[in-house]
């Protein structure tokens, strides 16, 4: 029999058309998957805030200005007046600090980036984490070391189900830490 | 038929025919049709087209969507942190601040939880010593008029051309101080009843700098009748609490006092803690005689049919049986009535009267007839001798009296007004929010008398039909946004604080009349009327109260608490003034025609909050109407005038023909008509307009019988319908009444005190006898719920059907308004409902309400067909519903028994009213925990899981383990009588258990097998059963 068009189309150049596409969809998959997760997401902020100076150098401890964190669901990102602490003194002549002061004097809040975002139906609480003697790192990378603060983790609720189904080997500095719960009513309601 | 329904009632049989249609009744044939094609129903193409703002939101939305396409997609948004951070703020967590609600004249205490600065949620304050921690649905749902877009955000003035043109504070009161210094005569100013001794020094303030000023209190219904008789019985002014909890037969006539006469909220508590099935012995019998049915009417042991002009004859033939039985030596000779006579003219059951006579002598002193405003002077004088008699005195609390700051005004005061005003005479009104335009009868002619008025001026916080007759108009503050204290009981003050800073260009109503009096020297400030506040609690109140405490340190205690208790100490001494009793008829007056009754609505009040969404949508007690008021008539009744449900019939009391469209009430007295207040608002927002039919048409500025009670009204059909929608239809499954469906599945279990004294365990000896149970659905599992388990139990005994819950549940669960027409279609979104079932005769219903909300079933049907595992099972025995999981197949909600799963048809934020719901100042009401749910998601009751949480996470923060009592739902915090209980199962000593694993205790359709974690505790009828 003779093979006709059609047959060359549908045997050949349909399965690789068919290969090249599944091929590519996988390949851009796999490889934007960090990107679309956020990670290293590391946006300009509004002032030239360094965690690194702060919280590594100068060891100021994460709930000075995180104040929430050990009470409520959010950490907090600290009022323009808690910087002012310190900055109404220290290195007022600094133009990131005249910036700030500004910002204080102008009675305006500081347009932070937001950096880590779970949706809005989920009800993520940090104080429950903390609590249990979680540390930052765990979810938010090593901080202390970033000058300018990105996202180092993935916030799927994969990554959240991967810890919370196996706690032990993913926060190994804490002893006898259960498992989190797996009910979808802990995240959403 | 009628016919084939047994008329026997008085004692009620434990499996009574249930039946729930209100249509049925009539055997509408087109009412079966739609019934059977309600999938039909639900497929009605409901695009109305596309309106402008629709069309607008579109092209916006594509333009939206184009830029963001193109913008960085990586970029999260901003956090915006505060710039100086409020102290007592902690974000996330509520803060709570003690106020008092004015809404009515109770003046109740609530506990207002604001986040992040904005008020969310109205309790009641545990501190206050009447409302104790409740609030009625009306104060619950006054969050909302808060963030109502309809709200004036501006003063007003009215041009020449009578349209309203924005102006600002200065200018309009500019305008209005060259008119009050001119002084060309009187000066008027209209309000409500004053409860705050402040507000009352600020008006009498006023009148001494303006010393034309005459001020003229009202309230559309008010205890004025009863008072007066009071005061003419015992010549004092002190009007004493009754005791309803230690009563052992209550009596009520054409009171409800369950419902709107009197303060509910603490008459509801009184009465519940009377009918405690843990203090059996002391369980109190409560008899209602009243024309249709009401709230108290549904609560009933007994209920008898009395037309209201017909009480004072019940009265006195119950006294002159009582004196025949029981010489009482009265004062007065009652020969003339008797109550066989009674009895066999009003069709009512000799032994019924015999019971009631029988309590009456058995339980004196302990019993008490309790009279209903409505009621003329002369019957309220009747039944306090009957009190008087009885020995029934003692049920008065002689400590506690009712104060009022401002005595209301009579509708002769009024004429008087309007009379004034047509000559010229007053020169300014100021209508200090109020709107008697739509309050006062229609005859008085106070709208036209208006336009005589130089200057009319109105403070309201939004447009009402006395606004629109204005020169200019004050916008004022929400409550939540003012200050203010109260005085209404002996014995203590409550304190009223801003909780969020005016919305918008608004100043409260104090501060605007404080600036006219202080015009010269003063200019406005937000402080001013704070700063008097504290100026007359410092000279006037402060030092009456004897504290050590130093002022400002007190004040702010006070302000903290809410409450202020003084150790005021009033014995008063009750002596019956018996030459009174000359005045009484001592012989019985004829009555034949209609009668027709205006009452306080349950949900609306006087039609104030006509604009409020959750309270339009709540369904009314009796017949689970929304969004209208209607005609309540009885079945007679309507075949007499020919006419059906929804059928308009046209009402004469003596001022001309007003139409109202029908609904037949089960248990209505014949002739005899009753509408609710509160509807029929022509000047409003979007939400309540076209809402019901107002009553102000009957009403008469010179009533004859009693303001709200006309007798000799003139009835006739009228042409022309109009649709009431019920909710009591929705999810009907009976074709006739007889069969008999909901006692013998297991909805609903009754039984009568005695029976429960003889034998604790006789409902669940009956319900073990050979009921069908289904199989299990997972055998299997029979190790799970170790830990904690959550369950609610719902004390029927106790739940009086108020729906106070079901505002509570709205406010904390974020739940949509929907509207009249999808009301309709069975769509409501309530996650909570009140079932109400009739059972017995048409003509005698018995009534029991049942809360209806998510079962929290063990073997939850509508998990395993969920196709998607959107619904599924937590290990403290919640069944959870993830909405961002849920593809809305339905059909969980089909194979639910309760039928307590609600689908979002619509986005209804955006589909009701053209996105009223979606307005930017409408977005501050959401509880930020608990997500807002969209279009094609099922939801339901979640046994409030972001409570539950909070519960969790402060466990794990203290390390401890979790308590099931520390958590309250919202619907169980809102309880005013505590029928429900909320806690763990497994905590076997706590109170919540002894509920759980009541003897009366019995799970809805049971022999479904599905495990519910609800549990319902059987009501009790106290009834003579087995005596008689």
């Known amino acids: ?189 | 038929m009628v016919e084939n329904i047994d008329n026997k009632n008085m004692e009620l049989e434990r499996d009574p025919n249930y039946w729930q249609g209100f249509f049925s009744i009539q055997k509408d044939p087109e009412f079966d049709k739609a019934k059977r094609n309600e999938e039909k129903k639900i497929s009605d193409n409901d695009n109305s087209g596309l309106s402008r703002r629709k069309f607008l939101a579109l092209v916006g939305a594509s333009a939206a969507l184009a830029g963001v396409g193109c913008a960085d997609y990586r970029d999260k948004g901003e956090i915006m942190p505060y710039n100086k951070m409020p102290e007592e703020i902690s974000l996330g967590n509520p803060t709570f601040y003690a106020s008092t609600c004015n809404l009515c004249s109770n003046s109740c205490g609530i506990l207002v939880r604001t986040r992040e600065g904005r008020p969310i949620k109205i309790d009641g304050n545990p501190e206050h010593t009447v409302s104790k921690g409740k609030i009625c649905a009306r104060g619950q749902a006054s969050i909302l008029d808060l963030y109502d877009p309809d709200r004036l955000q501006n003063p007003l003035r009215k041009t020449k051309e009578g349209k309203f043109i924005k102006t600002t504070w200065d200018s309009a009161n500019k305008e209005f101080f060259k008119v009050l210094e001119s002084a060309q005569g009187q000066i008027a100013v209209i309000t409500h009843q004053i409860n705050s001794p402040t507000t009352k020094k600020l008006l009498d303030d006023f009148k001494k700098k303006y010393p034309t000023t005459k001020i003229y209190t009202y309230e559309l219904f008010n205890d004025s009748i009863r008072n007066k008789a009071w005061k003419k019985c015992y010549g004092t002014d002190f009007y004493p609490i009754i005791k309803w909890n230690e009563a052992k037969v209550i009596v009520s006539l054409e009171a409800d006092f369950l419902g709107n006469d009197g303060n509910k909220i603490e008459n509801a508590r009184l009465f519940a803690e009377g009918r405690d099935v843990e203090n059996i012995k002391n369980f109190s019998r409560l008899y209602v005689a009243e024309a249709n049915m009401s709230l108290t009417g549904i609560n009933a042991d007994y209920r008898l049919k009395v037309k209201p002009e017909l009480q004072y004859e019940f009265v006195m033939s119950l006294l002159n049986e009582l004196n025949r039985r029981d010489n009482l030596e009265l004062p007065i000779s009652v020969s003339n009535f008797s109550l066989k006579t009674f009895a066999k003219n009003n069709n009512i059951k000799e032994d019924l009267l015999k019971h009631l006579i029988n309590d009456l002598i058995t339980y004196k002193g302990k019993s008490i007839v309790f009279a209903g405003r409505s009621l003329p002077e002369e019957t309220q004088i009747a039944v306090n001798l009957l009190n008087e008699v009885l020995g029934n005195n003692n049920l008065y609390n002689s400590s506690e009296s009712f104060i009022s700051n401002s005595e209301l005004n009579s509708l002769d005061d009024f004429n008087k007004l309007v009379s004034e005003m047509n000559s010229g005479n007053i020169f300014a009104v100021i209508h200090f929010d109020s709107n008697p335009v739509y309050h006062l009868p229609e005859n008085m002619g106070y709208k036209n008398a208006l336009k005589k008025v130089g200057t009319v001026v109105t403070l309201t916080e939004s447009a009402n039909e006395t606004s629109v007759k204005s020169n200019l108009v004050f916008a004022i503050n929400h409550q939540l946004e003012s200050w203010g204290d109260a005085k209404t009981r002996t014995g203590f003050y409550s304190l009223q604080q801003p909780v969020i800073s005016p919305l918008f260009n608004t100043r409260q109503k104090e501060a605007v009349l404080l600036n006219w009096i202080k015009v010269e020297n003063e200019n406005y400030t937000e402080k001013m009327y704070h700063s008097y506040l504290m100026d007359n609690w410092k000279t006037n109140i402060y030092p009456s109260l004897n504290s050590k405490i130093e002022f400002t340190r007190f004040w702010y205690g006070a302000l903290n608490d809410g409450v202020v208790t003084t150790n005021e100490k009033e014995k008063a001494k009750f002596s019956f003034d018996k030459k009174l009793l000359n005045s009484l008829s001592t012989s019985p007056k004829k009555s034949d025609g209609y009668t027709v009754i205006v009452k306080e609505s349950y949900v609306l009040g006087d039609g104030r909050q006509a604009n409020n969404g959750w309270l339009q949508e709540l369904p009314n007690p009796m017949i689970q109407s929304v969004w209208d008021n209607y005609a309540s008539i009885s079945i007679e009744t309507a075949k007499n005038l020919s006419v059906k449900n929804n059928d308009k019939i046209s009402i004469d009391t003596g001022n001309g023909k007003k139409e109202y469209p029908i609904f037949i009430q089960p248990g209505a007295t014949n002739n005899t008509i009753t509408i609710d207040s509160g509807y029929g608002r022509t000047t409003i927002g979007k939400v309540g307009e076209g809402t019901g039919f107002s009553i102000s048409g009957l009403m008469s500025n010179q009533p004859k019988f009693t303001p709200w009670i006309f007798t000799d009204a003139k009835v006739s059909k009228a042409n022309g319908t109009y649709t009431i929608v019920t909710d009591q239809e929705a999810h009907l499954f009976e074709k006739t009444p007889s069969e008999n469906i909901f006692a013998q599945r297991g909805i609903l279990v009754e039984g009568t005190v005695n029976e429960y004294k003889k034998y604790p365990y006789f409902l669940k000896e009956e319900k073990g006898k050979g009921n069908h149970k289904s199989p299990e659905i997972y055998p299997e599992q029979k190790e799970l719920y170790n830990g904690v388990k959550w369950g609610m139990a719902i004390d029927l005994n106790k739940c009086i059907g108020c729906s106070e819950c079901i505002v509570a549940c709205n406010a904390e669960n974020n739940v949509p308004i929907v509207g009249k027409e999808q009301m309709e279609k069975d769509r409501r979104m309530q996650w909570l409902r009140i079932d109400k079932y009739y059972s017995g005769s048409y003509d005698e219903p018995i009534v029991s309400s049942q809360p209806m909300l998510c079962q929290q079933c063990d073997d939850a049907p509508c998990e395993n067909v969920c196709p998607v595992a959107a619904t599924t099972h937590t290990s403290d025995g919640l069944n959870q519903m993830v909405y961002n999981r849920c593809v809305g197949t339905r059909y969980c909600a089909n194979n639910c028994p309760y039928k307590v799963r609600r689908f979002n048809y619509f986005d209804f934020r955006d589909h009701f009213k053209d996105g009223y719901q979606k307005e930017e100042v409408f977005d501050l009401v959401y509880n930020p925990e608990v997500s807002v749910r969209s279009r094609g998601v099922m939801e339901k009751c979640t046994f409030c899981i972001q409570r539950i949480m909070e519960e969790k996470a402060s466990a794990i923060r203290e390390n401890r383990g979790i308590i099931g009592s520390n958590v309250k739902t919202a619907c169980q915090e809102s309880c005013p009588t505590n029928a429900i209980k909320f806690g763990d199962i497994n905590a076997k000593d706590s109170v919540f258990a002894k509920y759980r694993n009541h003897k009366l205790g019995y799970y809805a359709l049971e022999g479904v097998n599905t495990k519910p974690n609800v549990t319902y505790i059987a009501k009790l009828r106290n009834t003579h059963t087995e005596e008689s």
């Not at chain 1, 300009?44 to 929430?68: E, F, R, T, V, W």
């Not at chain 1, 180092?152 to 498992?179: E, G, I, Q, W």
């Open chain 1, 1 to 189: 029999m003779k093979k006709s068009f059609l047959d060359y189309v549908l045997r050949v150049r349909l399965p690789i058309t068919l290969f090249v596409l599944v091929a590519a969809f996988a390949v851009t998959y796999y490889v934007s998957r960090a990107e679309r997760d956020g990670l290293g997401y590391t946006p300009n902020q509004p002032i030239n805030y360094s965690h690194k100076l702060h919280a590594g150098q100068m060891n100021i401890d994460c709930q000075y200005c995180h104040i929430g964190v050990e009470k409520t669901r959010h950490a907090m990102v600290p009022a323009v007046s808690t910087c002012m602490n310190c900055h109404t003194i220290a290195r007022a002549d600094k133009p990131e600090i005249i910036k700030l002061k500004k910002y204080y004097d102008d009675g305006i809040a500081i347009p932070w980036k937001r950096i880590h975002r779970v949706p809005d139906f989920v009800y993520f609480n940090h104080s429950v984490h903390v609590s249990q003697g979680i540390d930052c790192i765990s979810c938010h990378g090593d901080i202390r070391n970033m000058d300018k603060v990105g996202q180092m983790k993935s916030f799927t609720m994969s990554s959240c189900l991967d810890c919370h189904r196996d706690a032990h080997n993913n926060v190994p500095y804490v002893k006898n830490l259960k498992n989190g719960p797996e009910n979808c009513w802990t995240c959403h309601r």
